[in-house]
């Protein structure tokens, strides 16, 4: 079996071929495509064969796929802006015959009204009516994305978001990448929807993690939509990515990312990697 992962020069697929060395692949047995080939250089120094791939460019994707029999489609980086790419790599995974592929998708994007849900369920429908056989694997919030609160809360001891009540079950992106390893190695997953989370955790729950992690008190402080938006506005941010921000916060705040599931602990065999933990390595330095 030969394994491509799509956007190894990207957190979440560097992540997933470092995840499949762990779990004893074999270099030669897995493509580490990126479109900027240096961004995996490490990878190659390891033995794993390092392709340029980029989703805008069909010749690049026929070429990585080259004797490769399972992929892993991670997901573009650019909202309401990727499909395309992603139509690229379904099209020509179905040209080469592979046996599998692993799409990374977002929380019930099927029925979701999350802003960041319709690329993911067109993608789905894509592979659905590709014929491929598939796998597809929901990631829920990453606790990553709080790096920039984390970083405001060292210095203000406040985490400010207009979520309201909200929760998200969020988990540390080495948590998904380990998911993915598993599901490419393994056989009896094709066919199957993966909802992949950790435990619920309020913002409340996050301003008490980052106070734990920072070694002082963290107070969570909802504002409104308006208020969010207008400090948003005051850094510079052009409307388009200011909207964008708020309705990602209204989304929480209306629970479509307060979801229970236990596919990432069943498929990795451990509890998820905790906030603490996760917020740890992403401490800025004192």
């Known amino acids: 079996m030969t394994i491509l992962v799509t956007a190894a020069g990207g957190h979440l697929g560097h992540l997933v071929v470092d995840a499949l060395l762990a779990r004893g692949a074999a270099p030669d047995t897995i493509v580490a495509g990126a479109r900027t080939v240096s961004k995996a250089a490490d990878l190659a120094d390891k033995g794993v064969r ?3 791939l980029d989703y805008t460019v069909p010749e690049s994707i026929d070429a990585a796929l ?3 029999d399972t992929v892993l489609l991670v997901s573009g980086s650019e909202p309401g802006g990727r499909l395309e790419g992603h ?3 379904i099209d020509a995974a179905a ?3 592979v046996a599998k592929l692993v799409y990374t998708s977002a929380t019930h994007a099927d029925t979701s009204d999350l802003i960041l849900a319709p690329d993911h369920k067109a993608t789905e429908e894509a592979i659905t009516a590709s014929g491929l056989p598939a796998v597809i694997l929901r990631n829920n919030w990453y606790i990553e994305n709080y790096a920039g609160d984390l970083a405001t809360a060292a210095q203000t001891g406040v985490l400010s978001a207009a979520v309201g009540d909200g929760a998200v079950a969020a988990a540390a992106r080495a948590d998904y990448a380990e998911a993915a390893a ?6 009896g997953h094709l066919g199957r929807t993966y909802e992949l989370g950790g435990p619920r955790a309020t913002y409340s729950d996050i301003a008490a993690a980052m106070g734990e992690v920072l070694g002082r008190e963290v107070v969570y402080t909802p504002v409104t939509a308006d208020d969010l938006a207008a400090r948003l506005a005051s850094f510079g941010l052009d409307e388009g990515t200011v909207g964008f921000v708020v309705t990602l916060d209204t989304d929480i705040s209306r629970g ?3 979801v229970a599931s236990s596919d990432l602990t ?3 065999g451990r509890p998820t990697t905790s906030w603490t933990e996760a917020l740890r390595a992403l401490a800025p330095a004192s």
Do not use: K, Q
Request: hydrophobic share 55%; no cysteine; net charge negative.
């Open 266 to 268: 069943d498929l990795i």
């Open 182 to 187: 598993v599901v490419l190695l393994e056989d």
């Open 66 to 68: 080259e004797g490769v």
């Open 50 to 52: 390092v392709v340029p």
């Open 95 to 97: 040209r080469a015959g």
């Open 87 to 89: 139509r690229n790599v």
């Open 256 to 258: 479509v990312l307060d």
